[in-house]
């Protein structure tokens, strides 16, 4: 008979992360008093099999890709699939194609919000290796629920982004190498001092939201503030989410989820593909011009509008490099925010 599941453990990584899972999961005992879910940041091309085959090689716990309402059980691991959220509710997972955070799906954001909601103060988050800051948010809400926090020391990380951004924003539980996570683990669970605390009505909301993978203008609304802004990826109203450590978050009421950080670069790369567009569209127009019948153009007014149409080309892509190097400048001014 399956034990009851007290204890939920999430592991987020992106870049680096597989080999950071690998060295994580070596360091867990067989007979660990939890059920640990994994999201690593994976395309959709990722052969699962490959991966769960390296996962498992030194691991005492069985580690399998879990199927829309698979029974949460102790003592196992849980990958998320690619290309799909892995999702928590009491006692069993969900696997859902929803709208991607931060372009991510699966989303270590949306593992971390669900269990917390969940699961409450039993849950432990870990966030591992990896660029960017997918996890904060989720880290954010399972500290909210009392739960416990865990952060891979950037300067043990392959690519410190996400440690970073989840230590700038969060007062972490244990900020520690590798190595000596297992051992930290193995102390809080065999203390089994969890105890059942509330979840914030905020938590809750952003939560079931996800679970259902869509909802309404004013519901979404609820969680923060109406703005003038549109969502890149499905042009829906953004509304603005303000933490209590400072991060904030914009959510569509379709379900993209974007740090602001990351709605940055967005609308940076939907004003590049637009400059893009405006230039091709110009050159299609200057060659048209410049075959157009003799007797519906005169040679003189022909060069004149090709000379201005170049005059605009030159114009737009002096614009998309001004905008190019701003954008540079401001990555370089987000990488040391992150790294000090």
Request: aromatic content about 4%.
């Amino acid at each position: 008979m399956a034990k009851t599941v007290r204890n939920i453990i999430t592991i987020g990584a992106s870049a680096g992360g597989l080999s950071a899972v690998s060295k994580l999961l070596t360091k867990l005992p067989a007979d660990l008093d939890a059920a640990v879910f994994i999201v690593i940041h994976l395309g959709k091309a990722a052969i699962v099999d490959v991966v769960l085959n390296m996962l498992g090689k030194n691991s005492a716990l069985k580690i399998s890709v879990p199927e829309d309402g698979t029974p949460i059980n102790t003592g196992r691991v849980y990958l998320a699939p690619a290309d799909s959220h892995m999702m928590l509710e009491k006692g069993h997972i969900l696997i859902k194609q929803g709208a991607k955070e931060n372009h991510w799906r699966p989303s270590i954001d949306v593992l971390f919000r669900t269990a917390a909601a969940a699961y409450n103060s039993c849950v432990t988050g870990i966030i591992l290796t990896g660029l960017l800051d997918d996890g904060t948010s989720g880290m954010a809400a399972i500290k909210k629920c009392g739960g416990r926090c865990i952060v891979q020391e950037p300067d043990n990380a392959e690519f410190p982004d996400m440690p970073n951004n989840v230590l700038n924003n969060i007062e972490v539980d244990y900020r520690v190498q590798i190595e000596e996570m297992g051992y930290i683990l193995s102390d809080l669970y065999s203390r089994n001092d969890c105890d059942a605390a509330s979840v914030p009505d905020d938590v809750k909301l952003e939560s079931a939201i996800t679970l259902r993978m869509a909802t309404s203008l004013p519901v979404t609304a609820q969680l923060g503030t109406l703005t003038p802004f549109t969502c890149p990826d499905c042009g829906g109203v953004l509304t603005q989410i303000d933490e209590p450590n400072g991060e904030t978050r914009y959510r569509c009421f379709t379900g993209h989820v974007f740090s602001e950080s990351f709605l940055d670069n967005q609308y940076a790369d939907k004003t590049e593909e637009t400059l893009w567009v405006a230039i091709r569209m110009m050159e299609e127009r200057r060659n048209f011009i410049n075959t157009m019948r003799k007797n519906d153009i005169n040679k003189k007014e022909r060069e004149e509008r090709d000379q201005e149409i170049l005059v605009h080309i030159e114009r737009l892509k002096t614009i998309m490099q001004e905008v190019a190097k701003s954008r540079q400048e401001l990555t370089k001014s987000d990488h040391k925010k992150i790294e000090s």
